[in-house]
């Protein structure tokens, strides 16, 4: 949830770092520091409350040479945000500075013992705890700061992500790795260190992921040497990142958010290709064709996912049990580790995430796996962590997406949960012929019903001053449309901070219809499908009690439209395919509704884009 960046080298380091951390603020904005070792040698350490350019501001007048440092900015998890708890972090001697994502479960009790030995702590963090640790592994044992790493990590209870400098040797970053994300990009005669890649591709495609329980040993003028914690090497792994620098500028949108709503047309076709191949009437995902017996013999489908990959599992679970009579069931990852759930061999579990670092995401995995279960993963980043712990699975290929309300993301994973029910159902001959071609041949047509969708944009922000300031909204919706309902009141609640739920329309009579009077808008779910009458009748029953309707519906409705408040005119679909179309309209109004407060869209408060602790 925190980013981090390093580099050392033979440029200077300030500009490499502060460009990085604007990269990766999506990953955490609370407060941001730097810290160089100059060239007289001193280990200096800036830090300030808030976002990157306050740590721009702060250190105009101050020393930024050298050519080693590391960054950091903050997404606060112990202690407040603040210049004090924000990293990096001196050891008490201010020998070592060290950045840190992650949390570390046992650093009350490593505090007290430290504090026992007279340590004295500046911040409310788990993260001082650590780098005292590691300064009194140092002291201790008269050792290297290598050595003094390893004996502290092995005391550590906890993820993290760390970097670490010594100003005695100024020629090296030590940095290590355990349930949260860290990769080494090598240039030439040099090195950079992040959460991820965006700070990376700039100056290298090639890049090393530190695994789980390793320490990366980075030196100036040598090659990259990874040991684990029992200093046993190993031997690093050079990938070659596919990750063009334009895919990380808003190209002319005020947000990324707002571009990344309009790069779904395309998303959704680089998803698509090379899968979706109307000509030869097919779906092809290789996941499928490789592990066909082990998905055919699944007695039961398992999603676990969190947040708005969760609403995309619910539309996939219609989409199996509809098309592949697999029973499927929706999980919470956050619940789904900690309930001791019943799990064997015959289960399929699918793990959704955007980053593929999700922690709560990750640890089901874990779970399911070390029971027998096959896991199959549905992830954006390449190369990050579940991908690589489970046995199989397909990646929506949308690009990188900054904005920290997933957009193209979501629709991403609808549709590869939407190719990967297709293809299991032609393979269990539970779809016939005429069925299939017919949801083969409009899927390959939502692109371009996406762009026409997306010329209401100047409608939608029109719409969206009439709601500026309302104080709750309800959406509604039911089959294929009550997952989108959900989705679009999270993207409401993201960045607008207006309190907004998502209700399955049947269920208004059973409570929520208390809620509803001429200060209520609902959002309303109501395209052409199978319940259209039944949502038509749960919108009568809103409008007798003075509620106003923004209802979602299909071109050309005559019924709906004179009823409710507002319409919103969507392309006619299929109805498996509408949350594709639907989502589009309720991603625009909740950007627009929170440009109209004065929001910053991209970070709202207390968000991060990767969510790597629990």
């Not at 100059?38 to 350490?45: C, K, P």
């Not at 309303?524 to 949502?535: D, M, P, S, W």
Request: hydrophobic residues 40%; contains cysteine.
């Amino acid at each position: 949830m925190c980013g981090i960046v390093g580099y050392i080298g033979k440029r200077e380091a300030y500009p490499i770092l502060i460009k990085g951390l604007k990269r990766l603020e999506y990953r955490g904005y609370d407060s941001a520091g730097v810290a160089l070792i100059s060239d007289n040698r001193q280990l200096n350490v800036y830090k300030t409350k808030g976002k990157v350019s306050n740590l721009e501001e702060f250190v105009a007048q101050k020393d930024i040479s050298g050519t080693v440092g590391i960054a950091h900015t903050r997404w606060a998890t112990h202690g407040e945000p603040s210049a004090v708890n924000a990293h990096p972090h001196y050891s008490s001697t201010e020998k070592l500075a060290l950045i840190h994502n992650g949390i570390i479960e046992n650093y009350a009790v490593l505090k007290e013992k430290l504090q026992a030995k007279g340590y004295m702590f500046r911040s409310s963090t788990d993260t001082e705890v650590l780098v005292q640790l590691i300064e009194y592994m140092m002291d201790l044992n008269q050792t290297d700061l290598l050595t003094a790493v390893q004996l502290a990590l092995n005391e550590v209870i906890g993820a993290y992500a760390i970097a670490l400098l010594d100003r005695d040797f100024p020629d090296e970053i030590i940095a290590a790795r355990k349930s949260s994300p860290l990769v080494v990009g090598i240039g030439e005669g040099e090195f950079f260190l992040a959460s991820d890649a965006t700070p990376i591709v700039e100056y290298t495609d090639k890049v090393v992921y530190v695994e789980d329980g390793q320490i990366a040993f980075i030196k100036r003028g040598e090659t990259l040497k990874v040991v684990d914690l029992n200093n046993v090497p190993a031997i690093p792994e050079v990938k070659t990142v596919d990750l063009k620098l334009g895919q990380l500028e808003k190209g002319g949108y005020p947000h990324f958010m707002l571009k990344e709503i309009f790069e779904q047309p395309a998303s959704i076709r680089d998803c698509m290709r090379g899968r979706v191949n109307v000509e030869a009437d097919n779906v092809v995902l290789s996941a499928v064709i490789d592990h066909k017996k082990r998905l055919l013999d699944a007695k039961r489908f398992i999603i676990v996912a969190c947040g708005t990959s969760w609403h995309a599992a619910l539309i996939g679970k219609q989409l199996i049990e509809s098309l592949c009579r697999i029973p499927v069931e929706v999980e919470y990852a956050s619940e789904f580790r900690y309930r001791d759930p019943v799990i064997d061999e015959h289960d399929v579990v699918i793990a959704i995430s955007q980053s593929g670092e999700t922690a709560d995401t990750l640890a089901a995995v874990e779970l399911a796996r070390s029971r027998g279960a096959f896991i199959y993963g549905i992830c954006n980043a390449v190369g990050s962590s579940i991908p690589r712990a489970t046995h199989t699975g397909s990646y929506i290929h949308v690009g990188p997406e900054i904005g920290v309300a997933s957009t193209k993301a979501f629709t991403g994973q609808v549709t590869v949960l939407t190719m990967m029910a297709l293809a299991l159902a032609r393979e269990k001959k539970t779809i016939d012929r005429e069925h299939f071609l017919q949801i083969v041949s409009e899927l390959d047509h939502i692109p371009e019903k996406m762009q026409e969708v997306l010329k209401l944009n100047d409608m939608l922000a029109q719409l969206a001053k009439t709601f500026t300031y309302a104080r709750n909204f309800i959406y509604l919706g039911r089959g294929y449309g009550y997952p989108v309902a959900l989705e679009g009141a999270l993207k409401l609640k993201e960045i607008s901070y207006i309190h907004a739920e998502g209700y399955p329309a049947a269920e208004m009579k059973h409570g929520p219809i208390a809620l509803v009077d001429t200060e209520m808008p609902v959002v309303v779910i109501a395209t052409q499908n199978g319940l259209y009458e039944k949502v038509l009748s749960n919108i009568q029953e809103i409008k007798a009690r003075k509620g106003r309707v923004i209802a979602v519906v299909t071109r050309g409705d005559t019924v709906i439209s004179k009823i409710a408040d507002f319409c919103i005119e969507m392309p006619e679909t299929l109805e498996c395919l509408d949350p594709l179309i639907a989502t589009v309209p309720l991603q625009l109004l909740a950007y627009h509704i929170a440009v109209c407060k004065g929001l910053d869209v991209d970070q709202p408060r207390n968000l991060a884009k990767s969510v790597t602790v629990e």
